[in-house]
């Protein structure tokens, strides 16, 4: 069975633009969460999303934003690019809420 | 406010070396504790999830345990290829219906042939 996988995995953008990362869960999983890892902070939850539903928030600004297909894809978006939204951005899948996670890979992303 | 602690930050072993690494945490309800692995630029990778203390899981030289306030991985003549970084998180309930999961800092082993 093919696991998450993530586009683009890498990324460079400059301050204040945007940024759109896709996700392809895991065959059958309905459950796609969205996390950003930073060496200073290490993993920090974004958003959960659950048929085309955002179920949890993380403590991020509103320029982070996300949305689920009904085909379990998911997308989220970053506007108004800062420095400091460098970061390795993980998607992880499930087959509901509150089952194991499996992660992708990540999309790097670099704010010049 | 719930919360993860893992210690130590980092541990270097010689092949062969076994030892332990520590997750405290601190949560509401605690629904499932997991470890993950993680190698440079990949995402982590699922190990074990752990419910209710006591329990314990075994995956080649690796064997988690959960008490109430702790898990411990216990890693058993490592090789090399067990070098990486190894996290720990929580996961609470929340009115039964979502939860995402807590990390901690993670431990970064390196073992040396």
């Not at chain 1, 390795?88 to 670099?110: D, H, I, K, N």
Request: aromatic fraction near 12%; include cysteine.
């Amino acid at each position: 069975k093919a696991g998450v996988t993530q586009t683009p995995r890498y990324l460079i953008k400059t301050r204040g633009q945007q940024v759109t990362l896709s996700c392809s869960p895991i065959s059958g999983h309905r459950s796609v969460s969205w996390y950003q890892q930073t060496p200073g902070q290490g993993l920090q939850f974004l958003f959960e999303y659950f048929s085309e539903t955002q179920r949890n928030k993380g403590n991020f600004p509103g320029r982070f934003s996300g949305r689920q297909f009904s085909n379990s894809r998911s997308e989220m978006n970053v506007s108004t690019l800062e420095l400091g939204d460098s970061a390795l951005y993980l998607c992880a899948s499930s087959v509901e809420l509150q089952e194991t996670q499996y992660f992708g890979p990540g999309t790097r992303l670099l704010v010049l | 406010e719930d919360q993860v602690t893992q210690s130590p930050e980092a541990l270097r072993l010689q092949e062969g070396e076994s030892s332990s690494l520590n997750c405290s945490y601190t949560v509401s309800g605690l629904r499932g504790l997991f470890w993950y692995r993680q190698d440079p630029g990949k995402g982590p990778e699922f190990l074990f999830t752990l419910y209710s203390a006591g329990e314990e899981k075994e995956k080649e030289r690796l064997k988690a345990t959960l008490t109430k306030k702790e898990s411990f991985l216990h890693i058993t003549a490592p090789k090399p290829e067990d070098s990486a970084t190894y996290l720990c998180a929580v996961q609470a309930y929340y009115g039964g219906s979502q939860g995402n999961l807590i990390f901690g800092k993670g431990t970064k082993l390196s073992v040396k042939p």
